[in-house]
């Protein structure tokens, strides 16, 4: 089975601070991405990377980065965190097959104060 | 432009009585179809998905959806609600021009009543 893992399942920080958020996969796959799940809102896409040092803006990638220095490794960054992204973030994987199906990791749930 | 609407917020259906949830789709050209669900605090599972072929397709947990292109549909249906069939359900679709990007619905709550 495909293993997904974001290293923080919950985080307090406050406005102003820069946050990383981290995401693993051990299968090998492509294409990873970073969604926010809001209430009411379902799943916004902020970023995507389909390689290595490869990445694309998704819908609401305003006030945050990326970084895909290796093929198992996606992170997500805060640069400067506001109170309008707390949030939850979900990263998923996809293999490069056209039919694919995402897989999540469990998320993180981010609170700015 | 693509979209996903999932048109009920919340669906509330009693134990052993059949369950559905509804989904209608908008894409240019043909659809990649997926359903996920999300239990509490936890990240979305795969449950199902319609590529081509079959427009009933079953998936994990005794979950089938039907793919009605006609009425750009693909409910979520199982013939026997559990109570731990209480989630989030996502819709979700892809072009299947060949981008990764995938749109997903605002979600539903099903609620399974003992």
């Known amino acids: 089975d495909v293993k997904v893992t974001q290293s923080s399942r919950y985080l307090v920080k406050r406005t102003g601070e820069k946050v990383f958020l981290e995401c693993v996969q051990d299968?090998?796959?492509?294409?990873m991405f970073w969604y926010r799940q809001d209430p009411g809102l379902g799943l916004r896409l902020i970023y995507f990377?389909?390689?290595?040092?490869?990445?694309e803006k998704g819908d609401i990638p305003e006030g945050y980065s990326v970084s895909r220095e290796k093929k198992e490794r996606f992170s997500l960054i805060l640069e400067s965190a506001s109170t309008n992204q707390t949030s939850m973030y979900l990263c998923?994987?996809?293999?490069?097959?056209?039919?694919?199906?995402?897989?999540f990791g469990e998320g993180s749930r981010l609170t700015v104060l | 432009a693509q979209s996903v609407a999932q048109p009920e917020d919340q669906v509330n259906v009693a134990e052993g009585n059949p369950l559905t949830v509804k989904c209608t789709y908008s894409?240019?050209?043909?659809?990649?179809l997926f359903w996920y669900v999300q239990y509490p605090n936890r990240g979305l599972q795969f449950l199902l998905k319609?590529?081509?072929?079959?427009?009933l397709v079953k998936g994990s947990y005794g979950f089938e959806a039907e793919f009605n292109k006609s009425q750009t549909s693909f409910h979520l249906k199982k013939p026997s609600a559990l109570v731990s069939d209480s989630a989030l359900y996502f819709c979700?679709?892809?072009?299947?021009?060949?981008?990764?990007?995938?749109?997903f619905g605002t979600g539903t709550r099903l609620k399974v009543l003992a």
């Open positions: 998923a994987t996809l293999s490069g097959r056209v039919t694919g199906e995402l897989f």
């Open positions: 319609y590529i081509t072929g079959d427009n």
């Open positions: 299968m090998d796959h492509e294409n």
């Open positions: 979700a679709v892809r072009d299947a021009s060949g981008t990764y990007k995938y749109i």
């Open positions: 990377s389909y390689d290595v040092k490869m990445k």
């Open positions: 894409v240019s050209g043909n659809p990649y």
